[in-house]
């Protein structure tokens, strides 16, 4: 399985920006899909995750201004940002876990099985 990040860049405050993952290698409907983001000197945290089937869960950070949707033709899963603000830089990584992920674990970085290798945001005036 390979996933493809793009859609990173700059952008000011305030501003949106979306970011894609096109999954290929394996049945893309299979797999949960999740985006987590690593800032400079932090670790990588959870940003999104949507299930197989359906469910989509928010780090608290970015629920009301963040996205997630998923396209099962393209084999892409989205991540569209609004409202960004600096604390959302960092680079983004999109991941996929097996379907059969229970959603607590979602949020987890070692639920998730193949790693795309992460596409740069900046945010700044």
């Known amino acids: 399985v390979q996933l493809q990040a793009s859609g990173g860049g700059a952008v000011q405050p305030g501003g949106p920006l979306r970011l894609s993952c096109v999954v290929s290698?394996?049945?893309?409907?299979?797999?949960?899909m999740g985006w987590f983001r690593q800032a400079p000197g932090k670790e990588r945290e959870f940003v999104a995750a949507i299930r197989s089937g359906a469910g989509t869960y928010y780090a608290d950070s970015v629920k009301g201004r963040f996205t997630i949707s998923r396209d099962k033709a393209k084999s892409t899963v989205y991540l569209q940002m609004n409202r960004l603000n600096p604390e959302d830089t960092g680079v983004y990584y999109c991941?996929?876990?097996?379907?059969?992920?229970?959603?607590?674990?979602?949020?987890?970085?070692?639920?998730?099985?193949?790693w795309g290798q992460g596409t740069q945001v900046t945010v700044s005036s």
């Open positions: 991941a996929a876990a097996p379907g059969t992920t229970l959603s607590s674990l979602l949020r987890q970085s070692n639920s998730y099985l193949y």
């Open positions: 290698g394996r049945t893309f409907s299979s797999y949960s």
